[in-house]
């Protein structure tokens, strides 16, 4: 009978005590995670608008996809998206608008699409700069051949956004 409970008592110790630092490491790096995650999204803006301020709304105005809007003293704006590509959330993008409500311009956070393929939507200018100047969701698009599902994706973050920064201008202008 010994034999039968010891391996379960000894398998349930060493579980618990993995639980433990497990979360004894979760509560150490939160706050330090939080503070990169808030630094790459600073550099990010500084790489879209240049160096500013910027004040952060504590609002995605319902839409689970927003993870960050930020606005400059001169109005311009920045909404940070998280979309599904051909990855599941593979595209965390900045999209940017100027003080028309314009698209001004897309710099990624982090994109988890496929190298060489998916990751065209980032390192293929052409295709970014087809929705800059962009103010509604009625523009026109070409998708990259071979990253059609990231393609659709980031026009997909970039409609949302426009969506979003339409639906409530003067919330996040005036926020």
């Known amino acids: 009978?010994?034999?039968?409970?010891?391996?379960?008592?000894?398998l349930t110790i060493i579980c618990t005590a993995a639980?433990?630092?497990?979360?004894?490491?979760?509560?150490?790096?939160?706050?330090?995670?939080?503070?990169q995650k808030e630094l790459k999204f600073s550099?990010?803006?500084?790489?879209?608008?240049?160096d500013c301020e910027i004040r952060m709304l504590d609002s995605s105005f319902?839409?689970?996809?927003i993870k960050n809007?930020?606005?400059?003293?001169?109005?311009?704006?920045?909404?940070?998206?998280?979309?599904?590509?051909?990855?599941?959330?593979?595209?965390?993008?900045?999209?940017?608008f100027d003080e028309s409500g314009a698209v001004c311009g897309i710099e990624f956070v982090?994109?988890?699409?496929?190298?060489?393929?998916?990751?065209?939507?980032?390192?293929?200018?052409?295709f970014r700069k087809q929705f800059i100047g962009a103010s509604d969701d009625n523009y026109g698009f070409d998708a990259i051949s071979g990253a059609t599902f990231s393609s659709k994706g980031l026009k997909r973050a970039v409609d949302t956004?426009?969506?979003?920064?339409?639906e409530n201008k003067e919330a996040i202008l005036n926020g």
């Open 161 to 166: 956004a426009l969506t979003v920064y339409n």
């Open 62 to 65: 319902g839409c689970d996809e």
């Open 110 to 126: 982090a994109l988890g699409e496929t190298p060489g393929l998916g990751s065209k939507v980032r390192d293929e200018e052409w």
């Open 69 to 96: 809007i930020a606005v400059t003293p001169d109005n311009k704006v920045a909404v940070e998206i998280v979309a599904d590509g051909y990855s599941k959330g593979g595209i965390d993008v900045l999209i940017g």
């Open 43 to 50: 550099k990010t803006v500084e790489k879209l608008f240049g």
């Open 19 to 35: 639980a433990l630092l497990l979360a004894f490491a979760h509560e150490v790096t939160k706050d330090s995670i939080a503070v």
């Open 1 to 10: 009978m010994k034999e039968k409970i010891l391996p379960t008592i000894v």
